[in-house]
């Protein structure tokens, strides 16, 4: 799992760079707004309970799921600021964003942590879908291609750490599943809010047409989400663990279109020395 730091340049990219698609485009828009502040809250949630891990080899994870999630943060803000320069209202939603956080850290810290494990698994899922299907990143403009491809790397890397300190420190299965079913209708209905508000906002998205085409991208054919169910229900498995399923071959594809390979390896080479 090795901690990168990947520049990325969107000078060349078009404002709607999925398909050329604004409500697509702005459904991504949307998840990016919630990254690097949900992101830094993961880290929070899991550095947490840091001190109470004894397993050196879930310690020594955990030290690069922090790392790993604060890069993140920092490429999708940077991302969010190229998004706003084409008039794009991402203030409104880093807002709200901001204010659903601020409400969250009234949950307690094992509360914070699933939430975190919930959010963890949806990024899991998604990350696979974009590693496993290769025609749904070729609709993504090439540079884009590299952001979202790098951030499903890693998320299938460390998709299981949160996961294994929440078993470690509590292991509670109804608060998992509990904590997942209000996350999803949280996170669904916030995603689905701040996509409106960006489509809203743009007076050259093509309301209700691209909705419309969106909506059926997402739900009828190919149906990126609907086909995401069965992997979404795995969660609620009481004995459901991240690995459960394993991307492994579309992982090392994906790293190596990336030119990862090599770099993962002297990581590897690197850590076995010290
Ligand atoms: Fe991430
Ligand atoms: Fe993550």
Same mark, same amino acid.
């Given at each position: 799992? =090795?901690?990168?730091?990947?520049?990325?340049?969107? *000078?060349? &990219?078009?404002?709607?760079?999925?398909?050329? #698609?604004?409500? !697509? @485009?702005?459904?991504?828009?949307?998840?990016?707004?919630?990254?690097?502040?949900?992101?830094?809250?993961?880290?929070?949630?899991?550095?947490?309970?840091?001190?109470?891990?004894?397993?050196?080899?879930?310690?020594?994870?955990?030290?690069?799921?922090?790392?790993?999630?604060?890069?993140?943060?920092?490429?999708?803000?940077?991302?969010?600021?190229?998004?706003?320069?084409?008039?794009?209202?991402?203030?409104?939603?880093?807002?709200?964003?901001?204010?659903?956080?601020?409400?969250?850290?009234?949950?307690? =810290?094992?509360?914070?942590?699933?939430?975190?494990? *919930?959010? &963890?698994?949806?990024?899991?899922?998604?990350? #696979?879908?974009? !590693? @496993?299907?290769?025609?749904?990143?070729?609709?993504?403009?090439?540079?884009?291609?590299?952001?979202?491809?790098?951030?499903?790397?890693?998320?299938?890397?460390?998709?299981?750490?949160?996961?294994?300190?929440?078993?470690?420190?509590?292991?509670?299965?109804?608060?998992?599943?509990?904590?997942?079913?209000?996350?999803?209708?949280?996170?669904?209905?916030?995603?689905?809010?701040?996509?409106?508000?960006?489509?809203?906002?743009?007076?050259?998205?093509?309301?209700?047409?691209?909705?419309?085409?969106?909506?059926?991208?997402?739900?009828?054919?190919?149906?990126?989400?609907?086909?995401?169910?069965?992997?979404?229900?795995?969660?609620?498995?009481?004995?459901?663990?991240?690995?459960?399923?394993?991307?492994?071959?579309?992982?090392?594809?994906?790293?190596?279109?990336?030119?990862?390979?090599?770099?993962?390896?002297?990581?590897?080479?690197?850590?076995?020395?010290?």
């Amino acid at each position: 799992m =090795p901690v990168r730091k990947p520049s990325f340049s969107y *000078a060349e &990219e078009r404002p709607y760079w999925l398909k050329g #698609e604004p409500s !697509l @485009t702005h459904l991504l828009h949307a998840l990016s707004a919630a990254f690097p502040d949900g992101e830094r809250m993961f880290v929070e949630s899991v550095a947490h309970y840091r001190k109470e891990i004894r397993d050196p080899a879930l310690r020594k994870e955990i030290a690069r799921f922090l790392a790993q999630e604060e890069s993140h943060a920092k490429a999708h803000e940077e991302f969010n600021a190229w998004i706003a320069s084409h008039g794009f209202d991402m203030a409104a939603l880093d807002a709200s964003v901001k204010a659903r956080i601020a409400l969250g850290k009234k949950v307690p =810290p094992i509360g914070r942590l699933a939430v975190t494990c *919930a959010l &963890e698994h949806f990024t899991a899922i998604m990350a #696979e879908q974009l !590693l @496993t299907e290769p025609e749904l990143i070729a609709d993504f403009d090439p540079n884009m291609a590299r952001l979202w491809l790098w951030h499903a790397v890693e998320e299938t890397e460390h998709k299981a750490v949160a996961f294994d300190v929440y078993q470690t420190v509590s292991g509670n299965y109804p608060r998992r599943v509990f904590v997942m079913a209000l996350v999803t209708f949280r996170f669904m209905t916030h995603v689905a809010w701040m996509k409106r508000h960006l489509m809203k906002t743009d007076p050259n998205a093509g309301g209700l047409l691209s909705n419309l085409r969106g909506a059926w991208t997402m739900w009828g054919k190919p149906g990126w989400f609907r086909r995401l169910v069965p992997a979404y229900l795995d969660y609620f498995r009481r004995d459901f663990h991240p690995w459960d399923r394993d991307p492994s071959e579309a992982l090392a594809r994906a790293r190596e279109r990336l030119g990862y390979d090599r770099e993962g390896a002297d990581a590897a080479r690197a850590e076995e020395a010290a």
